[in-house]
């Protein structure tokens, strides 16, 4: 009994011990576990600032293809009046000259291109 009476003295002396061991071993882990965080922060950081130069250039690409289909819209619509303004001049000068009508069709008379004089009959 002399060995338990000897570790029961120790204990009562070294009581404190486990208790420093403990907030050691509290403070290390804390500390690792604290240096985790923030290199996974650093890099969450940086794949954020990766995420928004990417969605920066996207934009810039967005605004560089509406300005392109605005250019050519507008062009296809140039074209298109410019087009519509040569049919009205077709329109006027074929108004102006003799015209296949539908009673020409319908009696018979071919169609001349020769805008100068009346269309002849085919008979």
């Not at 403070?27 to 969450?44: E, F, M, P, S």
């Not at 995420?51 to 507008?74: F, P, S």
Request: proline residues 5%; glycine residues 8%; aromatic residues 4%.
């Amino acid at each position: 009994m002399g060995t338990l009476n000897a570790l029961t003295e120790w204990v009562k002396h070294m009581w404190p011990l486990p208790l420093v061991l403990a907030v050691v071993v509290r403070a290390v882990i804390g500390y690792l576990v604290n240096r985790r965080a923030a290199l996974d922060r650093h890099k969450l950081g940086l794949e954020i600032a990766r995420l928004q130069g990417d969605a920066d250039r996207a934009e810039r690409e967005r605004i560089k293809l509406e300005l392109e289909l605005w250019k050519l819209t507008a062009a296809t619509e140039r074209r298109q009046s410019g087009s519509t303004v040569g049919w009205q001049h077709i329109d006027a000068a074929h108004r102006d000259g003799p015209s296949l009508g539908v009673d020409d069709a319908a009696s018979g008379r071919t169609y001349t291109s020769d805008c100068s004089g009346p269309p002849s009959p085919s008979k």
